[in-house]
T-cell receptor
Framework: GENVGLHLPTLSVQEGDNSIINCAYS??????FIWYKQESGKGPQFIID?????DKRQGQRVTVLLNKTVKHLSLQIAATQPGDSAVYFC???????????FGTGTKLQVIP | DAGVIQSPRHEVTEMGQEVTLRCKPI?????LFWYRQTMMRGLELLIY????????DSGMPEDRFSAKMPNASFSTLKIQPSEPRDSAVYFC?????????????FGEGSWLTVV
């Protein structure tokens, strides 16, 4: 269902360190998941996706892990850079692949 | 390739006025979504269309909001009359759902302020 963003969790990471952003999804029937990055003043941008028949998927400096047992997603960013500072959203795909529901979002702050 | 194009980017209007937000989806995409984003409520799905037909409008807050998609390359979200609590960023997004999933692509948003 919908998430009400009363409070945006913030993760502060030193430049060069790895970041891990977590997300709990709500619909056990969802079988496609996406991570988005939203920079200030812009729309969310696609980062990486994963289907439910996978546990892990790697991209450039990013890795997504999926644990269907506990309905948990994580996004790992290697060697975090200042340009990674943004709000990160997980999204789940249900209902015939049309409806996409977003999580609350996590703000990532990279400390130079 | 051009992404999702929204207009206006910014609008300030007085309470009671009609607001029309416009969207051109990515060419070839057959699903279109309108989202609203606020600090308090995050990213909310208002309505989505598939092949120009509204599929789910359960997120539309009230009768003051309406959305249309007269053809595959254009959609509008209208608020009449507008109220200060409608102030938010409104995103349009589009996609081409496949058997493997539905990755949606967002526009840059329309920043609405109702005073």
């Amino acid at each position: 269902g919908e998430n009400v963003g009363l409070h945006l969790p913030t993760l502060s990471v030193q430049e060069g360190d790895n970041s891990i952003i977590n997300c709990a999804y709500s619909n056990s029937a969802s079988d496609y998941f996406i991570w988005y990055k939203q920079e200030s003043g812009k729309g969310p941008q696609f980062i990486i996706d994963i289907r439910s028949n996978m546990d892990k998927r790697q991209g450039q400096r990013v890795t997504v892990l999926l644990n269907k047992t506990v309905k948990h997603l994580s996004l790992q960013i290697a060697a975090t850079q200042p340009g990674d500072s943004a709000v990160y959203f997980c999204a789940e795909n249900g209902e015939g692949y049309q409806k996409v529901t977003f999580g609350t979002g996590t703000k990532l702050q990279v400390i130079p | 390739d051009a992404g999702v194009i929204q207009s206006p980017r910014h609008e300030v209007t007085e309470m009671g006025q009609e607001v029309t937000l416009r969207c051109k989806p990515i060419s070839g995409h057959n699903s279109l979504f309108w989202y609203r984003q606020t600090m308090m409520r995050g990213l909310e799905l208002l309505i989505y269309f598939n092949n120009n037909v509204p599929i789910d409008d359960s997120g539309m807050p009230e009768d003051r909001f309406s959305a249309k998609m007269p053809n595959a390359s254009f959609s509008t979200l209208k608020i009449q009359p507008s109220e200060p609590r409608d102030s938010a960023v409104y995103f349009c997004a589009s996609s081409f759902p496949s058997g493997t999933g539905n990755t949606i692509y967002f526009g840059e948003g329309s920043w609405l302020t109702v005073v």
